[in-house]
Every structure is written in C-alpha cells, then in structure tokens.
C-alpha cells in the first residue's frame, strides 16, 4: 500500500508547525509497518498528550488519543485484552519522562508487548516552550529564560535499567535507520523504547541559536554516532544511535495467561483452594 | 483507571476499586470515560478525609466528589447501597446502566458496608437482567460514525480491534471522534454528555422504601446509615410514632422528582448521614419546604448511631435536645 493508505487524508491540514520532526517519525511509522505487512485493524495506537499525541488522529488504525503522561497505561488494558493486536505507543519526552515516567518504567520492568515510540525534542512544544525533563543543562527555555539548571534524562540509560529488553535511538535525520529500528521494536516480543530525536524548530530551536529545522537536522548528523564507534571515544559528548539491547525475556500477557492456566486448574475443595 | 477504559475499548465489560485518595486520582482518567463515553464500573469505598485522612475509618464525605471530582460540565452515574445482597445487586445494576448510557458509574460504599460481614443469596445465571454491549450493524467498508448519536441518544460500539478504525480522544470531537473546536459540536457534544443521563433520572432511579405510609417524619438515608436509620424508625414504629425511610440507592443523578413526590405529604425530614449534609442540601433543594427538612449526621470516624438520630428527631418533637 501506499503511505497515504495508511493516513486519514479527510483530517489533514496536520497541527504541527513548519520544519517539525513528528511528520518524519509518522511517515517513518508507516513505512516500517508497510514493510512489515501488519494489518491494519491489527494495529491500535495509543498516545498522550503534547504535539507527538496527536500523530494518533491522523493515523488510520485503531487510535486512542488520552491524558498526559498515561497512554502506556491504556495501551496495556488494551493488550491484556487483546494480546493478539499490535500496540505502538508515540510519546513526547513531556509525556515519557515526566507525568508519565512511573508508567515507562513499570511497563519496561514487566515487559510488556508494546512499542515506545518517544519523540524527544527536548521541550514542552504544544505549551509554549516550557523546558521538559530532556531539556540539557544550559538550554534556554520560556521557563528557564537564564538557562535550564536541571540535568537531562538519558532515556536510553532509564530504559536498560528499569529492563526494557529492546532499547534503541534515532533521529529524524537518520530516517532508513529508523525504519529499520522500527521494524524490529514492533517485531520483538516484549517492551521496547524507540528514543527518537526530534528536531522543534519553533520553540527548541528559536530560542537555542538553531536558525532553522535544516540546522537542527545537521546538529543530529554532526552530534550522534553509531554505538560504539571511534568517534564516541574521541569525543565522549557524542550522542549514540542504533540498538543498544534486544533480548528474549518472558513476556507479561504470555505470563498472565499462564497463571490463568494454573488459577483454572486448582481445585476447589469446601471453599478452600 | 486508565487500563480499563483501554480494555472496555476492546469490547470487555470492565471495573476498578479503590478508597478514598485513590479515588482523587482516578478522576482526570474518569473525565477521559466520560468524554469518550467508555463503559466503566469504579468502585470507591468512602474513608474519612481529606487526604490520607482516617484509614480506615468509615465516613461519607465523597459524595459530591463522585458527583463533581472531574473536571468540567459533565454527568455522571452514582449508586450506593446498605448491605452485601445490595452491594451485588447494585454492583449488577452498575454495569447495565453503564452500558445502556455509555458512562463511567460510580459504587459509593462505605467502610461499614465494605468489612461487613453478611449472607449473600447468589441468584441463578438468567434470574438477573444483565445489559450487554450495543454493538454497531455497520458492516466492513461503510462509514462507521462512532459520536454519532442514534435516535434514542445511544451510540453503538464498535471494539477496538474490529472492522472499524475510528479516533478515541478526550478532546472535544465531532462524530468521527476526531478533536474539533466547533462551536456547534462542543454544544452538541456538552448536551449529549449531560442529556443523556439526566434526562434518564427516572429511569436510573433506585430506592427502597420502608414504613412508608402514614408518615410524620420521614428519614432519607443511604450506604450504612440507611441501617440506622431503618434500626430508628423500625423501634418508633413499635411506640406508635409515624417514622418512615426513604433509601436511596441512586444519589446521582439525583433523584429530584422521587424525593419531592414522597416529602409533599409529611411534616419533617431527617437526612441520615456521615458528613456534613452533602445529600441533606440536595434533598432541601428538591422539596417545596426546604425549613422542614433537618441534618442528623456523624463526622467523628465512628458509626453514626440511633441515638445521633434520636437527638435530632427530640428537638423537631419539641422535647429538647
């Protein structure tokens, strides 16, 4: 099928600005679930709240749009009912790292079958410019206008150790990579985080010396690196891409299933298991 | 919460429960139920408050907090009641009104009702009347419109996973559920959401009446205190005073024609409660006599007993506190 098979044409104009990233990681989406042949009424996609969430609108899936920092939350009612059906959940940083950071660590220590897909533009776009919880140090923010004091998540490092068991970064510089890496979050059987950077030309980018959404996609080119790579030890402030885990562990819904199994099987003798 | 309104998506009857602070956190997810119009049961057994409060004594102070805890125009579905049998009956009742209207429904028990200890008659498979899914008839490949209201203001559904791909959010949606800032839809939408359930008061109504007739003064109760209440006028009844308990079992939306109807011929009401008269106020509301209608109620974490009643019912028969 064709990308637009896959989008609701009848909602467009989309909501985000000029040079936005989300439109990359959208297309990127689709292309790696066109890659992968999943069925449409396969897919539910569960998102928050933020400019990212609304990806979810635009998308021709199952699609729940829901309140800020919770999507993983709805997503995993939605699978413990229907294991069978493919959960992508797109987050903002704002979403992922803050009001909603307890829900990624939960649902990464339980393994869940769900794809994180988190948008990192290191700020709060749809509010304003607000500085997020990815924001770096120094950064300037409409809340941070002398510079941002606190210091940033690496969600790479969050994920590995609350044990999401696929964990991986792009950038929306690095799209046939991202695809790739897509392809496999949804593929593997467990939790997996997608960190994504994002370029927000409007609100990161204005006020943080980026003059346009090209300069910012250069940024990514410059200032990442494949894991591993000469260049990291170099220069240790590079930021890594690729896949830094992809594991087999058990996976929630195929262990809820089995302790219903073994509920089912007990007996019941005067009222007494 | 938020879980199972992503599990009642996929077609599944679906509830959650909790105490007191929890249900403080429930409500942004219980105003996402209600503007997307998912069927779900939230069961809040009251404790005192607020806060942490008094755990985990019994009180009824989230009366008005079931009715208004979310943010925004809205209604809403709260039933309550005073013994185990009723707990299940009205537990049963929560699930078929929450499927009929499409709505989050609320259970407001109390701590007494919950650690009681009680017979429970389970009734046969078929003995009860159990509401399911209206699920749409628009086959694969026609337009399914999932915000567009029937002529009887239901809106068939169709599961997550199915035939139909549709749009889910709380943001303001037009019929395709998707996010609209017209005023037309908000309007539409607003009244859709409040229409639906308290145009249906009648219908949602459930009350248990005792020693009704010939009544001086009637007490209106719910949850436990109907069990005082009731202990009260069943004692009076036997020294030949005309008492008489209106119990409620639905408390949202509340009953105001039911609880006018039955106040229109007696001399006094007594609300029955363990706060500071969050069903006393809407029950003076609803009457034509708002002067006749008095408090007797219990704040202190401790059981509201007969005699915080007897004390009340002494000074509106003039023999003094």
Not at chain 1, 45 to 72: M, W
Not at chain 1, 165 to 187: G, Q, W
Not at chain 2, 139 to 161: A, I, N, W
């Amino acid at each position: 099928m064709a990308v637009k098979d896959y989008i609701r044409e009848k909602f467009f104009p989309h909501i985000w600005c000029a040079g936005c990233g989300h439109g990359t990681v959208m297309g990127s989406m689709i292309r790696a679930i066109e890659n992968l042949g999943i069925k449409k009424n396969d897919i539910v996609v569960v998102s928050g709240i933020g400019c990212s969430s609304r990806i979810c609108g635009y998308l021709d899936f199952h699609t729940l749009h829901t309140i800020h920092g919770r999507a993983l939350a709805f997503a995993t009612g939605v699978k413990l009912s229907r294991p069978e059906l493919t959960l992508i959940v797109p987050m903002g940083d704002g979403d992922a790292f803050a009001i909603g950071g307890n829900h990624l660590i939960h649902a990464a220590r339980r393994n869940i079958d769900i794809t994180a897909i988190i948008m990192n533009n290191s700020i709060y776009g749809m509010t304003g410019g607000q500085s997020s919880p990815s924001t770096g140090y120094g950064d300037l923010a409409t809340t941070a206008p002398y510079g941002n004091i606190d210091r940033s998540f690496d969600v790479v490092k969050l994920a590995l150790g609350a044990g999401a068991t696929f964990v991986a970064r792009s950038t929306t510089y690095h799209v046939t990579s991202m695809i790739k890496i897509l392809e496999k979050a949804i593929t593997h059987k467990g939790f997996s985080v997608v960190e994504i950077l994002s370029q927000c030309p409007t609100y990161f980018g204005r006020r943080n010396k980026f003059a346009s959404a090209v300069d910012m996609l250069t940024h990514y080119k410059t200032h990442t690196t494949p894991i591993g790579s000469k260049k990291k030890e170099k220069n240790p402030d590079l930021i890594e891409r690729g896949i830094f885990t992809q594991q087999e562990q058990p996976e929630y819904c195929a262990e809820y299933d089995k302790i219903i199994e073994k509920a089912s099987q007990r007996k019941v003798t005067n009222g007494k298991v | 919460m938020c879980a199972i309104i992503g599990a009642s998506l996929t077609g599944k009857k679906v509830m959650t429960a909790t105490s007191g602070p929890g249900f403080s956190l429930k409500q942004e997810a219980i105003g996402f139920a209600v503007m997307t119009e998912t069927p779900c049961v939230i069961v809040n057994v009251q404790r005192g408050g607020p806060s942490t409060g008094l755990p985990t004594s019994v009180s009824q102070g989230d009366v008005m907090q079931a009715r208004w805890g979310t943010h925004g125009e809205h209604a809403i579905i709260a039933l309550t009641a005073s013994n185990n049998q009723d707990v299940f009956a009205m537990t049963v009742e929560a699930f078929n009104l929450s499927e009929t209207f499409r709505t989050p429904v609320i259970l407001l028990f109390d701590e007494v009702v919950a650690h009681t200890r009680e017979r429970l008659i389970m009734p046969e498979p078929g003995e009860i009347n159990v509401v399911e899914r209206l699920k749409t008839s628009v086959k694969e490949g026609t337009d399914y419109h999932p915000y567009l209201p029937r002529e009887d203001g239901r809106l068939p559904m169709s599961d997550f996973g199915g035939v139909h791909r549709y749009n889910v959010t709380g943001l303001m949606h037009d019929m395709w559920g998707f996010p609209s800032n017209n005023s037309k839809i908000i309007y539409g939408l607003t009244h859709q959401l409040v229409d639906k359930i308290q145009g249906h008061t009648k219908e949602i109504t459930r009350t248990k009446e005792f020693f009704i007739d010939d009544v001086d003064c009637l007490l209106i109760s719910y949850g436990s205190s109907a069990r005082t209440a009731l202990h009260v006028v069943e004692n009076r009844r036997a020294r030949g005073e005309n008492l008489g308990l209106l119990e409620l079992q639905t408390l949202w939306p509340f009953p105001v024609d039911a609880v006018r109807k039955r106040c229109a011929s007696v001399n006094h009401i007594i609300v029955v409660e363990m706060n500071m008269g969050q069903i006393f106020h809407e029950v003076k509301k609803a009457v034509d006599d708002p002067d006749k209608v008095f408090l007797a109620n219990q704040i202190d974490g401790s059981f509201i007993t007969p005699t915080d009643v007897l004390n009340i019912l002494r000074i509106i028969q003039g023999k003094g506190a």
